[in-house]
């Protein structure tokens, strides 16, 4: 599984950005998408999950906030990211599980700067 990941950019506090995340490969064993981030010198925290079921799990510090969802069709996830805080500044990245083993791959990351 190949994972692409874009939309990140520079953004005022309050505004918005919508990451996106096309998948390609070995997708029909995919069974939940996520997004993590990493701000530095912190730990990976995951941000938003989409399972193949459609259900979603957010972070607290993004409820109602952020917005996960997905493109069947275009074998895309996406995360829109509403009433941005600097604390989301981080490096954004794509996460899928695959298989039975529920094994990781990675999209490489897309920064995201909150600031005025």
């Known amino acids: 599984v190949q994972l692409q990941a874009s939309g990140g950019g520079l953004v005022q506090p309050g505004g918005s950005l919508r990451l996106s995340c096309a998948a390609s490969?070995?997708?029909?064993?995919?069974?939940?998408m996520s997004w993590y981030r990493q701000a530095p010198g912190n730990q990976r925290e995951l941000v938003a999950k989409?399972?193949?079921?459609?259900?979603?799990s957010y972070a607290d510090s993004v409820k109602g906030r952020f917005t996960i969802s997905r493109d069947k069709a275009k074998n895309t996830v996406y995360l829109q990211m509403n009433s941005l805080e600097p604390e989301d500044t981080a490096v954004y990245y794509c996460?899928?599980?695959?298989?039975?083993?529920?094994?990781?791959?990675w999209g490489q990351g897309t920064q995201v700067t909150v600031s005025s």
């Open positions: 490969g070995g997708i029909r064993g995919v069974n939940a």
């Open positions: 989409i399972t193949n079921g459609g259900r979603t």
């Open positions: 996460n899928a599980l695959v298989g039975i083993n529920n094994i990781p791959f």
